[in-house]
């Protein structure tokens, strides 16, 4: 897995849909991208983590969504695409106490691996909290 450069990424894209329309596609775990400063942290080596991408990513919900809006006859939904494999950041997780899922290190910013395995090294700094 060759980590990617640093400029400043945005984590995630809203394709604007019709602006009556009452849904939005939701596309939170389509992407494999980590950024080099977070691959830098990861402590797992390129096949580990070529196996646990593989493992957490909901591959090609992207491409599903996308030709669900392109098929839908009136008022094109809106989505909201998740730019940065959920190893980076979960977007549909809690920043806080109030994720169960930090307990095993699922959080908004995954430490673990899906099989319990240390994701992070030492060093991994929580996302702040107001």
């Given at each position: 897995?060759?980590?990617?450069?640093?400029?400043?990424?945005?984590?995630?894209?809203?394709?604007?849909?019709?602006?009556?329309?009452?849904?939005?596609?939701?596309?939170?775990?389509?992407?494999?991208?980590?950024?080099?400063?977070?691959?830098?942290?990861?402590?797992?080596?390129?096949?580990?983590?070529?196996?646990?991408?593989?493992?957490?990513?909901?591959a090609h919900t992207d491409r599903l969504a996308a030709r669900t809006s392109e098929r839908a006859a009136s008022r094109r939904p809106w989505a909201f695409v998740n730019g940065l494999s959920r190893l980076v950041v979960?977007?549909?997780?809690?920043?806080?106490?109030?994720?169960?899922?930090?307990?095993?290190?699922?959080?908004?910013?995954?430490?673990?691996?899906?099989?319990?395995?240390?994701?992070?090294?030492?060093?991994?700094?929580?996302?702040?909290?107001?």
């Open positions: 897995m060759a980590a990617e450069p640093d400029e400043a990424p945005t984590s995630f894209t809203t394709v604007p849909g019709d602006p009556g329309s009452p849904w939005i596609l939701h596309v939170p775990h389509a992407s494999t991208r980590i950024p080099a400063a977070v691959r830098a942290r990861i402590v797992l080596d390129d096949a580990q983590l070529d196996a646990e991408l593989r493992a957490m990513t909901d979960d977007p549909e997780r809690f920043p806080d106490e109030r994720e169960v899922m930090n307990r095993v290190g699922m959080g908004a910013v995954y430490t673990r691996t899906s099989t319990g395995a240390p994701l992070r090294g030492a060093t991994h700094r929580r996302l702040a909290t107001s």
